[in-house]
């Protein structure tokens, strides 16, 4: 279902944006408590271990329950109603995209739009668009998950009006580059690896014994999430770092801040002072995150495309 295939199409760009929304509605609402401990393990400076007395968060159980004792539990959806948006926004142009570069490619190329490396490319493509078109509501998500108490933005509102005016209209384009070299093979490969898992599946699962169709889906995906997580993982690091620069104030009780000139600026700093572990903070929040995610990505995204066309195949028989 994921990609243009000329002998069963039934899915229109349009119905895929659809599609892509609301897995993307969905899957937030239950992966957000990972997402808010993977920002925070991204942006201590401090080494997360039990070692290092000046470290607010340790690891996952530690850091849950002191998150949990300090800020409650709405502390796991803070940021929710942004990342909501960027969901939505997210999963509609990046299926939607995929959707119609992979039919571009069967009408103008000889290229199989069904093959691994053409999922690859689309996918990667389809990625950077959405990702340009979310770029500054993935900002928001991010100060929001950051922020400690008492709250620098109380609302959605307020936190745009005051970026606006006290650090201007970039400011919610903070860390686009990382994010563009990041996503580019971090999606290309998920579409990659999930193609190549649905058809391992297929040669490994016989035909007759292959009901389980939305199972392997969730199992195809989340391989593919944790794959292509750890593989470009550092770049996610470094986008953090830079989309809360100028919010150092909200930062303080969390302990170290930083300042960093650009990206390259970035990776120095945090191989100087962190060496390349600084790199892989949250690494395994990051990694839950990715499976759950991508594995429930696609598995909401073939579902409803499956449930689409099942509500218009009445309508092609009466036709």
């Known amino acids: ?75 796991f959806w803070k940021g929710h109603i942004p990342a909501q948006f960027l969901s939505i926004g997210f999963g509609a142009v990046q299926f939607m995209t995929f959707e119609s570069l992979t039919e571009l490619v069967h009408n103008v190329t000889s290229f199989n739009t069904r ?87 297929k040669w490994v699962i016989p035909a007759e014994a292959q009901n389980g169709a939305n199972v392997k889906n969730l199992v195809c995906g989340s391989c593919a999430g944790v794959i292509s997580k750890s593989l470009t993982y550092p770049l996610d690091v470094v986008k953090k ?9 909200a930062r303080a009780a969390f302990g170290q801040v930083r300042t960093y000139g650009g990206l390259l600026d970035c990776m120095r700093q945090i191989m100087r002072e962190e060496g390349p572990g600084g790199f892989f903070k949250g690494l395994s929040p990051s990694l839950l995150k990715a499976a759950f995610s991508t594995g429930l990505i696609f598995f909401w995204y073939e579902l409803f495309c499956g449930l689409l066309c099942t509500m218009k195949s009445p309508e092609r028989k009466e036709g």
């Open 115 to 201: 093959g691994s490396f053409v999922h690859l490319v689309c996918g990667g493509l389809a990625a950077c668009t959405a990702t340009v078109a979310v770029q500054p509501v993935d900002t928001l998500r991010t100060r929001f998950a950051a922020q400690g108490e008492p709250k620098i933005y109380p609302n959605l509102r307020h936190a745009v009006v005051t970026m606006y005016r006290t650090e201007g209209p970039q400011t919610f384009y903070r860390g686009l580059t990382p994010t563009l070299v990041a996503i580019f093979p971090y999606a290309g490969l998920q579409f990659f690896f999930y193609n190549i898992l649905q058809q391992f599946s």
């Open 1 to 75: 279902m994921v990609g243009y295939d000329p002998g069963a199409r039934c899915v229109s760009s349009a119905e895929a944006a659809a599609a892509g929304s609301a897995s993307g509605l969905v899957t937030r609402v239950l992966v957000s408590p990972l997402d808010v401990l993977k920002i925070r393990f991204q942006l201590q400076i401090e080494q997360l271990s039990s070692r290092n007395p000046t470290a607010k968060y340790h690891g996952i159980l530690q850091a849950v329950q002191r998150i949990f004792r300090e800020e409650g539990l709405t502390a």
């Open 241 to 249: 770092r830079l989309q809360v620069g100028g919010f150092e104030q």
